[in-house]
């Protein structure tokens, strides 16, 4: 009869510990559930607080169609360009007629009196330096206001697409620019396709493969 009790004891025992681990292990999945369903919840608060914000002024951004095939996310103030990544990746594969093309589509979104024809690359660069000094300007003008500099503090280096913190990309050149680790964005400055069109040929095509280099993990 002891023997039985005992034998009973150890069947409880080690049953109770069974379950004990059962409860510990079904915890855990419910912890990770949990963190998982906050971590969903919080992507989905962060990208509702910055989307379509510029993640240089925190001005809005609108979209703008570039060519027949892309277009590209230019902030209303300061006049810095987001693109998605796909986006911008088709247009570094795209021919280089294409690109050429592209590229005179956002210099024309900047200056749209230049539609009409095609100014030589020491004009671009001269205008963007004119006009970067005006949009200087009406930025400091702007973010003195008390709304503005709380918009440019909540919304700076944040994508604009999925809300998620942007890093500094180094290029050549000097070129920095901010990506995304997490949809792979890429924000312009405004004045980095100043730098890009004054580089010749081959520095360009340099830099074009570099990007896409990064792009391949």
């Given at each position: 009869m002891a023997k039985r009790i005992h034998t009973?004891?150890?069947?409880?025992?080690?049953?109770?510990?069974?379950l004990i681990e059962d409860l510990r292990r079904e915890r855990i999945r419910r912890d990770q559930r949990m963190a998982e369903a906050m971590q969903k919840q919080e992507a989905a608060q962060q990208k509702a607080l910055h989307w379509d914000h510029c993640p240089e002024c925190g001005s809005r951004m609108k979209q703008?169609?570039?060519?027949q095939k892309f277009h590209v996310h230019r902030c209303?103030?300061?006049a810095g360009l987001f693109f998605d990544r796909e986006k911008l990746e088709d247009l570094l594969l795209s021919s280089e007629e294409e690109r050429k093309n592209s590229l005179r589509g956002v210099i024309h979104l900047m200056f749209?009196?230049?539609?009409?024809?095609?100014?030589d690359s020491e004009k671009i660069i001269a205008e963007y330096h004119k006009d970067r000094e005006v949009r200087e300007k009406l930025l400091a003008e702007k973010l003195s206001e008390g709304e503005a500099?709380?918009?440019?503090?909540?919304?700076h280096m944040?994508?604009?697409n999925c809300g998620s913190k942007m890093?500094?990309?180094q290029l050549q050149h000097g070129l920095v620019l901010d990506e995304c680790p997490l949809c792979g964005g890429v924000f312009f400055n405004y004045g980095e396709f100043e730098v890009i069109q004054a580089l010749s040929d081959e520095e360009r095509k340099a830099i074009r493969m570099q990007f896409l280099k990064m792009g391949i993990s």
């Open positions: 009973e004891d150890e069947w409880f025992a080690r049953h109770e510990r069974d703008e169609q570039i060519d209303t103030v300061c749209p009196r230049w539609k009409a024809h095609q100014p500099k709380k918009a440019k503090e909540l919304h944040h994508c604009p890093k500094p990309l």
